[in-house]
């Protein structure tokens, strides 16, 4: 009798350290945080400056064919620079919500915020994580795509399909694996 009574104790000791365990999350949610903090701050710096560049453009007088198209390709490639950097920074910050609303706690805040606005940021299960984070780094394929044609001479116009395939591929595996956990339904 004693022994058994010490053995749920521990049992219930060790459960309920594997349960708190699950706080190393923390770090993940922590980490991922800053990160797409770090990524929105410097996408924005990047912006910023590039709209000053622009600016003195604009105001310096008239430019040749050739110097426009020189900075007009130099802007394109920042704003899609820019644009797979806000990308990068949600899936990040999906990620960081997700993990903690999987692991830790839900966002109470959230929810109640939810009936007035856009529930994309509500996390119910490692599906609802798994789908949003792989819908965004689609997005991020596709700009990498168009981002790698704007800077690629055609003398090897092959690599563009290969990495157009590539990215094909990915989008019907996704939609492939959206539909299966749908019941094949729409």
Partial sequence: MNVERAMRTWERLFEGALWRSRFIVLLAVVSSLASAVILFLMATADVAGLAVDAVGYATSGPHSTEEYDVFHSAVVGHVISAVDDFLLATVLLIFSLGLYELFISKIEVAQEDARHSSKILLIQSLDDLKDRLAKVVLM???????????????????????????????????????????GGEK
């Fill in 140 to 182: 991020i394929l596709i700009v990498t795509f168009f981002k790698n044609v704007m800077h690629t001479t055609f003398d090897h116009p092959l690599g563009i399909l290969y990495l157009g395939v590539g990215i094909l591929f990915v989008a019907l595996a996704l939609y492939f694996t959206a539909r299966s956990g749908h």
